[in-house]
Nanobody, 125 residues
């Protein structure tokens, strides 16, 4: 079983950048498909980005395409989300999630078995 811990959130101004990290404990991180989700106050959790177990497949929500980049370092058991050109509407708690499967990515929160505790990202206007 994998345990996930996010970090890197904070308070930034519009247009700034942040990189979120998700450190995974346990073995076989390279067998997990990973995802990033976010949840703003009063809103449902929504998909942000996903990456396959080997990092060969990625995909993004339309509202972050061209601004966010998901990546992973399987040697370091770490998932990343580089966020550029941040907007106030990006303000949310960001979560990483994992599902043990090779070669696929997933878009729905219920398709992931393991979750981190979340990290707050606040973008001021």
């Amino acid at each position: 079983q994998v345990q996930l811990v996010e970090s890197g959130g904070g308070l930034v101004q519009t247009g700034a950048s942040l990189m979120l990290s998700c450190a995974a404990s346990g073995r076989a991180f390279n067998t997990y498909a990973m995802g990033w989700f976010r949840q703003a106050p009063g809103k449902e959790r929504e998909f942000v980005a996903a990456i396959s177990s080997a990092g060969l497949i990625t995909d993004y929500a339309e509202f972050v395409k061209g601004r966010f980049t998901v990546s992973r370092d399987n040697a370091k058991n770490t998932l990343y989300l580089q966020m550029n050109s941040l907007k106030p509407e990006d303000t949310a708690v960001y979560y990483c999630a994992a599902r043990q499967v090779y070669g696929s990515i997933y878009y729905q929160y219920f398709e992931y078995a393991h979750w981190g505790q979340g990290t707050q990202v606040t973008v001021s206007s």
